[in-house]
């Protein structure tokens, strides 16, 4: 889908930056006559034929580029949306089910010294960690620590 979009876009911007191009050319052209000549009668032919022209085609091209950076925008988005929801699980229970399940489910209670949350022992936060040390309860009670959010400790109490 992206391959064929890009097919439908680049000839736009090529157009754009050659629509930039060839207005500039204009414009100096245009330039050029208007500076040689002494009365604004004699100057009004290269205005009307380049440098009217030429800013009609910068214009034109300014356009084309911003459609075309738009569109390109836009694909990137979608692709990036089919690939979040490609990712997603099939069955909405299961991801659902997996989303309400605590990731640890030990009952032992952890915490790290100088840490603010407490944790079971099989929580990927402490786990394997040397400096976890078991739980204080007056630390709990105090309110200076609070439940891990990724094991949920407070559902071991319940």
Do not use: F
Not at 94 to 106: D, G, N, Q, R, T
Not at 118 to 144: I, T
Request: charged share 20%.
């Amino acid at each position: 889908m992206r391959t064929a979009r890009l097919r439908t876009v680049r000839p736009v911007l090529w157009a754009g930056w050659a629509a930039l191009a060839a207005g500039a050319v204009l414009c100096v052209l245009g330039w050029y006559g208007v500076s040689g000549e002494r009365y604004a009668e004699r100057q009004l032919p290269y205005l009307a034929s380049c440098t009217i022209p030429g800013a009609a085609l910068i214009v034109a091209g300014a356009i084309l580029l911003t459609h075309g950076r738009g569109v390109l925008a836009t694909a990137r988005v979608e692709e990036l949306y089919a690939l979040l929801v490609a990712s997603e699980p099939d069955d909405a229970e299961e991801s659902a089910e997996a989303a309400a399940a605590p990731v640890a489910v030990s009952g032992d209670l952890l915490m790290v010294p100088g840490g603010t949350l407490w944790h079971r022992a099989d929580c990927p936060l402490v786990a394997g960690k040397a400096e976890a040390v078991p739980v204080d309860s007056k630390l709990v009670a105090n309110g200076e620590l609070g439940p891990c959010p990724i094991c949920e400790p407070a559902e071991a109490d319940d």
